[in-house]
């Protein structure tokens, strides 16, 4: 059965402070990993990963895959309280086009 | 362009009542999809489809009926609601992408969400 495991569960760090999310995956043909984030409202989309060990980095929020190890890692510096959100991974699963989502990591960031 | 629409925002329902959650997108894409998000739960499939005139299950299809009879639009049915479907209700779409497996979703975007109540 494929599999989307995500840690922490829930985090909660002061400004400035850098975090790191967690992903591990176990899925049949695996094409992609996707990172989204979701404040109050519908997840929005930060990261696509297709290829080991190429970062992919949006100002202060950067993401690498590692596909021999299966899993991918969402790094956020200089934590601002704009970032508090949960953090949704995601992985195309199935013969055709379902996503796998895992249940998510909620940061919260304080003053 | 709007993107991703749905209405309502917010419904109540009470058990037994029928009610159909809408779905459009003005992007052309191809694939379109319908989650459920509860507490601990994270993003669960209801039903997906890859094009007009297909749609198939996803992770928890019991109680929901899906058609899709335009590109654009994607109604979710509740046929005979019941408490166990109180849930935020996110619909998806995305471009379906060529693979050496077949096709797959690309990035998918979301509307807004309903936020249903079923008493």
């Known amino acids: 059965e494929d599999k989307v495991v995500q840690s922490p569960l829930s985090l909660v760090v002061h400004e400035g402070d850098t975090v790191t999310l967690n992903c591990s995956y176990e899925v049949t043909n695996f094409r992609s990993l996707l990172w989204y984030k979701q404040e109050k409202k519908a997840p929005t989309f930060l990261f696509m990963l297709t290829s080991s060990g190429i970062e992919k980095k949006s100002g202060r929020l950067s993401s690498i895959l590692d596909k021999k190890e299966l899993f991918s890692i969402l790094n956020i510096t200089a934590t601002q309280t704009g970032d508090s959100a949960i953090y949704l991974c995601?992985?195309?699963?199935?013969?055709?086009?379902?996503?796998?989502f895992g249940t998510g990591t909620r940061l919260q960031v304080t003053l | 362009n709007a993107g991703v629409t749905q209405t309502p925002k917010f419904q109540v329902l009470k058990t037994g009542q029928s009610m159909t959650l809408q779905c459009a997108q003005d992007m052309n894409h191809e694939y379109m999809s319908w989650y459920r998000q509860d507490p601990g739960m994270g993003l669960r499939l209801i039903h997906y489809s890859v094009g007009a005139g297909i749609t198939d299950q996803g992770e928890v299809p019991n109680g929901y009926n899906v058609s899709r009879s335009t590109t654009e639009d994607f109604p979710l049915r509740l046929l005979s609601a019941a408490p166990s479907q109180t849930s935020v209700y996110f619909c998806?779409?995305?471009?379906?992408?060529?693979?050496?497996?077949?096709?797959?979703?690309?990035?998918?975007?979301f509307g807004p969400g309903t936020r249903l109540t079923v008493l």
């Open positions: 998806a779409s995305s471009y379906l992408l060529p693979s050496y497996t077949g096709w797959v979703t690309d990035t998918q975007y």
């Open positions: 995601a992985v195309p699963t199935g013969t055709a086009s379902k996503l796998t």
